[in-house]
């Protein structure tokens, strides 16, 4: 017996081994004719779990790889216009039977569909591997060795994917990024890539209270700049952007995140922000403005560059010099470096219109994007307020507070999201008081009366004990860039 199944080996070392998974319309004789060969197989893995690939394939009995060549052209026909997915393996066939066996199974097979493997050699493939791929359980790539290609370079057949999704909001695009996986043997008809570098951004963006007309907005801009619009029709477009809104709005934190998004994007060639003032870019005489802004636009190209109440730069009689000097540079370096460079400016529209668009006509048409922050509700402001507390380690007793006492307090709250920070800090100091010499059990856990005691202790300032609620006044910033 020995020496039959060695002169066999010697005269060909075919091997095709097949399972296929169960179909309408299989012939049960020649599906079980497979199994029991099948199972045969795997009798002999068990018992070879610690050798060699190729001391198991010489295990296997002569009369079960004749049995499943024998069954190689029948099971090929009866599938050939299936949508099968037959899991093949061919071991160390002689060249030219190698090149015929290989293209009709490849013929055979629908191999944008079909899960298979056809290998040269398997001394490529683990145990593990094998032993799913007799059980009908691999379900890798498809890989198909030539017989001019080393085993280690195969030519990996990737499946081309059609994504036909309507994104409209934020949600939208991050469930799309959760849907499709970047995986070596797809390709997709946008850049998946891409998109799923910039879902940590676009996850934060998300987790900002409110904002929702906002979000929507830039993913428009994302989509735009994703699809290279942008590059077309000539020169590139200005990628410079307006937010909107009050202080405390979380303008400045948008802002970082649009910058890492167009960083990660490929837009901008380096993950620079830079938050400057109007100390920054003004100097003291005149001729040494235009010096003093050159240098910072040159220190943030390739990066953002952020102006937070931007309008602090000029006033609306236009009677500044040196921000007409400042402004008329800017306005030029915006335009002289548009492909690498992105100024942020934020703060309120009537005042960033008149104190600072004014001082330039130019500067309107380079400043394409548009965004807007909403003012706050009393239910908005309290998750803000309990966000920083739970982002700080600390907890609220469930009774603290509620929707109405931010109803009740919110003339107080002009500044929103920086109010909520300076409450939260005089919340703490009341907090200290009570706890001391209880505890650890009692610490770190907000309560009603921690609320109470810290909202006094918040509004003992005068500027915030004097705010008229309702007044145009009270929600305009104080010019806090000449400080």
Partial sequence: MSDNRNNNKNKSDDLITFNINERKNTNETEKN????????????????????????INNLETDIKQNVVNNCDK????????????????????????????????????????????????TIMPMNNLVNLIDGNYNEPIYYFSDDEPLSSPKIVKENKIIMENIKTLDDLIN??????ITDNVTYNIDMTVLHNIKPNLKKLQSMIGMKSLKTHVVDQILYYLQGFHKMGGGGDFMHTVIYGPPGTGKTEVAKIIGKI????????KDKFRKVTRSDLIAGYLGQTALKTRAAIKDCIGGVMFIDEAYALGNAEKRDSFAKECIDTLCEGLSDHKDDFMVIIAGYEEELKNCFFNFNQGLDSRFTWRFKTEDYSPEELMK??????HDAGWKIKDSAMNEKWFTDNMDYFKFYGRDMETLFAKVKIAHSRRVFCLDNSHKTIVTKKDL??????YI???????RKPNSDLSKRAHFSMYT
């Fill in 33 to 56: 004719i497979l199994n029991d060969t099948i199972n045969r197989d795997l009798e002999l893995l068990d018992d070879c779990k610690e050798k060699n690939i190729n001391d198991i």
């Fill in 75 to 122: 099971t090929l026909k009866r599938h050939r216009n299936s949508n099968i997915k037959d899991i093949i393996m061919i071991k160390s066939l002689p060249k030219k039977k190698k090149r015929r066996t290989a293209k009709k199974i490849m013929d055979c097979l629908d191999t944008k569909d079909s899960n298979a493997i056809i290998a040269q050699d398997l």
């Fill in 176 to 181: 799309l990024i959760d849907t499709y996986p």
């Fill in 262 to 269: 167009f960083s990660k994007l490929g837009i901008l060639s």
């Fill in 384 to 389: 803000i307020f309990e966000k920083k507390v």
């Fill in 452 to 457: 109470k005691i810290g909202l006094e202790m």
């Fill in 460 to 466: 003992s300032n005068d500027e915030v004990k004097n």
